[in-house]
């Protein structure tokens, strides 16, 4: 648990804090760009015991709290077998948190206007070119207000779009194969606990350079060909 810091003093009894659950998901198809990282964030050192993820997932140090989550996910997903962390997703997912946390919003989109697409090719993170830039997300998955991980893990089990995400389900998800698991807490903030699961994979040689609506179809270019804006032809 990143533990945000507060000018104010003792943090008051925390009573009835809201608690959401937020996943805006383009399903088939996203652009990843990068983050720009704001300088407002101002966090205590982490003091919470951090423990390495076993075997080939070891690449990520994770608090108790995040590794209960992590390991869930592991479990679970259809992708299991491929699925491993990432130092880059990690961090990316402990800014997001954190910076929520900090500056008291619950929000795929950043107080900069930015989409998590967007803010992890910023990162530096090659999504592929058929992620969407602008407020798209198909990479992250955010909870407010509750504590536990495991309270986390069945609140976003219940909501369908966090389910094909979280699991692997589906065209696009089945494929993403990297992840990072984020919490941070804040006393002063409007819902106290922050979760985020950032969940994707890089762009590859082959990945399509066209995508297409359902019947009656109309396809569009991505990456470099898409710039003008006009259907494929």
Partial sequence: ???????????????????????????????VAGIGLPTAV??????????????ALDACTLDDNELILFQKLIEHSKNQHNLSCSPTLQTFAE??????????YLSHISPEHQGPNQ????AGYPLPDIYRDGLANNVESIVGGIESPDAVWEALLASPAH???????????DEQDELGVAYARNLYAPHVDYWVIVIARRARP?????ICTPPPATCFPVGPEADSGDPAR
């Fill in 42 to 55: 101002a966090a205590e050192p982490d003091q919470t015991p951090r423990q390495h993820v076993p075997s």
């Fill in 163 to 173: 389910r094909a995400h979280l699991l692997g389900e589906g065209a696009g998800f």
């Fill in 206 to 210: 082959d990945d399509p350079r066209v």
């Fill in 1 to 31: 648990m990143r533990s945000v810091a507060n000018p104010r003093g003792p943090a008051p009894a925390v009573q009835g804090h809201a608690v959401r659950v937020l996943l805006s998901l383009i399903v088939g198809c996203a652009a």
């Fill in 119 to 122: 803010m992890l090719r910023d």
């Fill in 95 to 104: 800014f997001r948190a954190r910076d929520m946390a900090t500056r008291g």
